[in-house]
């Protein structure tokens, strides 16, 4: 690589980390909890805590991979996917955990599915 390269390289690599710190700073248990209670209260169940993943961690859903492309950074700034483990007490009134993945591009919400299942 030629100096150039390098300099821009030593440029981006600081921003791009102090980017995804502020993201994963910025990223709440309850930052989604109406969507999950509503979800909950559908299926005649009762939300006890949300926990946050470690960072990178999609628990039984597909493992996040990417490539620091310019296809990468226009997906990054629309694509908002969250992780939450979800403890609630189901019909039986029996508490149970769930891995919660939340889609929201632009800030809403798509879709939220569980596994296990509701």
Not at 12 to 40: G, M
Not at 52 to 74: A, D, E, I, M
Request: overall charge positive.
């Amino acid at each position: 690589m030629d100096k150039d390269t390098i300099q821009l390289v030593e440029f981006l690599v600081p921003i791009f980390l102090i980017v995804l710190t502020i993201k994963w700073l910025s990223n709440s248990p309850h930052q989604y909890k109406n969507e999950i209670a509503t979800e909950l209260e559908k299926n005649h169940c009762e939300l006890v805590s949300i926990k946050l993943p470690r960072f990178f961690q999609t628990g039984p859903f597909t493992p996040v991979h990417f490539k620091l492309t310019p296809s990468f950074w226009r997906i990054a700034n629309r694509e908002q996917t969250k992780y939450r483990i979800v403890y609630f007490k189901n019909q039986k009134g029996e508490q149970t955990k769930s891995w919660v993945k939340i889609s929201a591009p632009k800030g809403s919400v798509t879709s939220v599915k569980w596994i296990p299942a509701l």
